[in-house]
């Protein structure tokens, strides 16, 4: 399963997500390729995979991404390859732009899409120069261009406002582990213990998929 986290700048999507992953077992991030400069708290491979715009674009001739976009300015991209070799060992989970996400909405339609919201634009200022990894002028580009980017809340399943980061956390690991209960994705788990009880029922040999009579 494919989760796939997006928000606008600063509204601490990758905070929480390196949380949920040292919380939620079998669930992987999807390190996305980029050709802005790598600030001092990143690490190359772990957050992103730092390139030039010339690499870049030679991704995108060989059709190396299954989703990309510029933004602030910069490239930004899922690899196909990454998503491969991720997918093997459990879940993925993506922190990209809105962009990206309508990309990969149209290619894996089984994915569930996850927004972000500050709680107010404020707050969102406060954010971003806290961090001072950007200059005032790319501070305001970031601004400007999330005042847009959070009209797009209503194309996602679940949004959650990150006010409290401990209550984020919780509802983000909430909904992976719902969407690991759905029936749809627990038939192959569940098909041994249906199988149990075929041979251990009334003689029937029939398990139906229905819900229980409550009692009055």
């Not at 079998?26 to 010339?54: A, L, Q």
């Not at 509802?171 to 569940?190: K, V």
Request: glycine share 6%; hydrophobic share 30%; charged share 35%.
């Amino acid at each position: 399963m494919i989760f796939v986290v997006s928000g606008p700048s600063g509204c601490g999507k990758s905070t929480i997500v390196d949380h949920v992953l040292k919380h939620v077992r079998n669930i992987h991030f999807s390190v996305s390729h980029t050709t802005r400069p790598k600030r001092n708290s990143e690490r190359e491979g772990k957050d992103y995979y730092f390139v030039s715009r010339k690499e870049f674009e030679r991704m995108i001739t060989q059709k190396k991404f299954v989703e990309w976009a510029v933004v602030h300015g910069n490239y930004y991209g899922t690899s196909k390859r990454e998503v491969r070799i991720k997918g093997k060992k459990g879940d993925i989970i993506l922190g990209i732009d809105v962009q990206g996400a309508e990309q990969i909405r149209k290619k894996f339609k089984k994915a569930v899409f996850i927004f972000i919201l500050p709680p107010d634009f404020k707050e969102l200022r406060r954010r971003l120069e806290k961090r001072r990894e950007d200059s005032p002028e790319a501070v305001c580009r970031r601004l400007e261009v999330s005042k847009k980017e959070v009209r797009h809340y209503s194309s996602f399943e679940y949004v959650i406002v990150n006010d409290c980061l401990d209550q984020a956390v919780s509802e983000l690991e909430s909904i992976i582990l719902s969407t690991r209960c759905r029936l749809e994705m627990r038939r192959e788990e569940i098909k041994p213990i249906l199988e149990n009880f075929k041979k251990s029922g009334d003689g029937s040999g029939t398990v139906l998929e229905t819900s229980p009579r409550r009692e009055k």
